[in-house]
């Protein structure tokens, strides 16, 4: 199976199309973005060369809305990954029920290997390629891999500076002090957390002492672990790119955390017992959440999963081939567009308050973000009932997802 991400998203689109039975041209439309920019970057390094890089920005779908999404720094950004990861905002954006499409961007470069003044006259001379494509009504950037909130700040301050005034809301993800919300941090790990915690009580399992194993202990996964084990939840292994550490009676969260940020790894923990991320994926466990990479649940793998639920905490975790097997496996899957779109919903909180110039507490940012969720959760478990068992758990919310931006399509109409 070729794992090209645009050929993934092609594949899951053509699914939810054919369970409803949606007309061909639709079909090809939402295949095809709006519009895809490709830009170069120059810029003059600290030794005092000039180098080129290469930045996209793609537009999936406005008919829902300005396009929302993030922007990544990395070294294998191409065209067809950008598009791909538009493609799957829009429907991400559908399934929560907020009023965007999707959109993505990025810059092939190696950020580990760029000092601050070299990503900053990187951000700032992107910027300004792609100002003709971006603005608070049009197209709306966020973080992504190896972006954050400074980033962010940088492309508020370069789009403040062409139009001659402050724009907060050109960005989200910024940060508080420049606008951007409070909450933002956990929202996409919190999303995680709430839909597990919606889904155990579906199937009946209490998440009292429930075991979670969550592969990737960045961003997402810490927040979802720590959110998850103040509910009661156990979590029993963690992992990161060096490798897993397990502990039957449990992990504290936040010890776990001081730990990585002085040696750089989970791995080493006091009291655990080392294991291999391959290994993590295959613990027997009430929720696992796989939070690191794309395409670690295969073919291969798929049936080993010894989880009752799987939450996506990722983007793209699971193959297509593996997606059947997991459904068959598994007593309810969430899948990524669902389970990790809390970051997109508080991104949608923080845009509104920059446009109002008004500004919430934590507290309301999560009752809000709390109230989306399940309603969402909610409404992806009725599309499940009512498509039975040949709809994979994917296919339910990829069916929800299109039905809105199909009849948003079909509200407006085609011009001329």
Known sequence: MNEDPLQIAHLQLEEAAEMMDLDDGLLDYLKTPDRVMQVKVPIRMDDGSIKVFTGYRSQHCGVRGPYK?????????????????SMWMTWKCAVVDIPYGGGKGGVACNPKEMSSGELERLT???????????SPDRDIP??????????????????????????PGIVTGKPVELGGSKGRISSTGRGVAITAREAAKKIGVRLNNARVVIQGFGNVGYYAAKILSEWGAKIIAVSDSRGGIYRAEGLTVDKVLEHKVKTGSVVGFNGTKEISNEELLELECEVLIPAALENVITKKNADNINARIVAEGANGPTTPDADRILDDKCELVLPDILANSGG??????????DLNRYFWDEERVNQELERIMVKSFNEVL????????EATWRAATMTLALKRVVEAFELRGLWP
Do not use: C
């Not at 997109?344 to 308050?353: A, G, I, T």
């Not at 009725?382 to 068992?389: A, I, T």
């Open 142 to 167: 966020a973080p992504d891999v190896y972006t954050n909130p400074q980033i962010m700040a940088w492309i508020m301050d370069t789009y403040s500076i062409f139009q001659g005034y402050s724009v």
């Open 344 to 353: 997109v919903v508080v991104s949608y909180f923080e845009w509104v308050q």
């Open 69 to 85: 999404g993030g922007i990544r720094y990395h070294p294998d950004v191409t065209m067809e990954e950008v598009i791909a990861l």
């Open 382 to 389: 009725e599309v499940k009932r009512e498509l039975g068992k």
């Open 124 to 134: 700032r001379r992107y910027t300004s390629a792609i100002l003709p494509l971006i």
